[in-house]
């Protein structure tokens, strides 16, 4: 009975869980470069009362179906799903897009590097292109003071205008950076994410070459939160919280049951 008690109390857990990671991806619903996350689950361990397989009689004959109680539920992640998000146009021009695979490389200020899809970015006092929380975008571009028609194409490499020049000069190029396992990577906050052993080594290259993705000036990815998939979610994990809630309800008053009869 008190197994119930327990088995009961781990999938409320679980759920509670699964309601946070939902209420973060809607929370980030409207994100720039946010990707969702999703909770996975497990079974626990199991209490063989009669293991499957088993031979009962001499005769060889072999128990066809075991008696396996299981002791509930637990929480094994919370991956995120790397996939593309919705383009929506800013007409900023320091707003750059990725359409497909890769991040932008962003130098941190203690010298370490983290990554991103956010390609809100700005210029800082020295002409150096920047994400909005100040951090150098790698390579490292500077915008010459006098530039005018800033322009990125899809192979990231970035044209300016210097009068009395009326023809564009290409004065530097965004490097793009994969992963073979992107989901592995660690996420900070600020959309960064860092580099760990589970996502691989980071693999620099330039967009719209050798699978990575193309840039898209004056354009932002939005968030991949789908807002009807995420509801529909979390109304699974409330009924799944609240019948969990009932076993636990439920081997309670057995249990009562049962003192009331020992006495």
Known sequence: MQLSLYTGASGML????????????????RTTGYKRARAEFQDMLYEHLRRVGTQT??????????????????????PRLMTQGT?????????????????????????TFAYTRDGSFNLDGQGRIVTAEGNLVQPGLTIPQTATAITVNQAGQVSVIIPPATTPTIIGQFDLTRFINPAGLLPIGDNLFLETPASGTPQDGTPN???????????????????????????????????????????DQMLQTTAQLSR
């Open 57 to 78: 009689s001499d005769q060889g004959n072999i128990v066809p179906v075991g008696l396996d109680v299981g002791s509930g539920v637990k929480t094994v992640g919370t």
């Open 14 to 29: 679980a759920q509670e869980l699964a309601v946070n990671v939902i209420s973060n991806n809607i929370a980030n619903l």
């Open 87 to 111: 383009l929506i146009s800013t007409g900023n021009t320091l707003d750059v897009a990725i359409r497909g695979e890769g991040f932008f490389k962003i130098l941190q200020p203690d010298g």
């Open 209 to 251: 070459t050798n699978g990575y993705g193309n840039l898209q000036q004056f354009n932002l990815e939005q968030s991949n939160v789908d807002a009807v998939v995420e509801i529909s979610d979390l109304i699974s994990a409330q009924r799944a919280y609240e019948f969990n809630s009932r076993v636990v309800s439920t081997s």
